[in-house]
């Protein structure tokens, strides 16, 4: 998950603070030594408490996909922590969910059902989204549809426009042809999650798995 670094007026910069709370990562930043649940984006414990981090709308792919899409990216290459983390990291696909939470609402849907379901279309939060999902790059993304609807099923590995035949990429939310050609859709702020985890930190929240 991506979140806006600046708060209350002040830039922040976080590093590991080498706890954990409930088996999750909690971050701190140097400048006033507060406390930050990465999964909550809120402060628990210092002069900040009670502050939320602003979540930015990314994506968590694999190298290739992203390349692909985007093959002027520069990269930082950092010592690996791990031989290899890919998508066969996620071969149980109902322990993990790609978790959101739109205007307040919070709904998470494991990976088995977006492999099901590779492009949802409902209500959330009093808002009409659409998730998609690529099993290749195991890689969700939420946008907000607006008036638009689409077929619920990739055509040449393209969304389909219902009313107007535009085609959109499914991972970037721009339409390629038709009558929205160039019309990007909106990205909402969603992250890949241990299924426990999210529902430790939102037991209210629904999560949508596959039968």
Request: net charge neutral; aromatic share 10%.
């Amino acid at each position: 998950m991506v979140y806006a670094s600046d708060v209350a007026g002040k830039k922040l910069t976080f590093q590991v603070s080498g706890k954990l709370w409930n088996r999750s990562l909690v971050m701190r930043d140097i400048e006033t030594g507060s406390l930050w649940s990465h999964i909550l984006g809120e402060c628990m414990e210092g002069e900040l408490k009670g502050q939320k981090l602003e979540l930015i709308p990314s994506l968590m792919t694999t190298w290739g996909r992203w390349l692909a899409e985007h093959p002027d990216t520069t990269a930082l290459d950092m010592k690996p922590t791990a031989e290899r983390f890919g998508k066969d990291f996620y071969r149980n696909q109902r322990e993990f969910v790609y978790a959101v939470k739109v205007r307040g609402e919070p709904k998470a849907y494991t990976f088995a059902f977006l492999a099901a379901n590779p492009v949802l279309q409902e209500e959330l939060g009093g808002t009409r989204v659409l998730v998609t999902y690529d099993a290749a790059s195991t890689t969700a993304v939420i946008f907000e549809a607006g008036d638009l609807r689409f077929k619920p099923v990739l055509e040449g590995g393209r969304l389909v426009e219902v009313e107007s035949g535009s085609k959109f990429d499914p991972l970037s939310g721009v339409a390629t042809t038709g009558k929205h050609e160039g019309q990007q859709l909106e990205k909402l702020g969603g992250f890949v999650s241990y299924r426990k985890a999210w529902k430790v930190f939102y037991p209210g929240s629904k999560v949508v798995d596959q039968k």
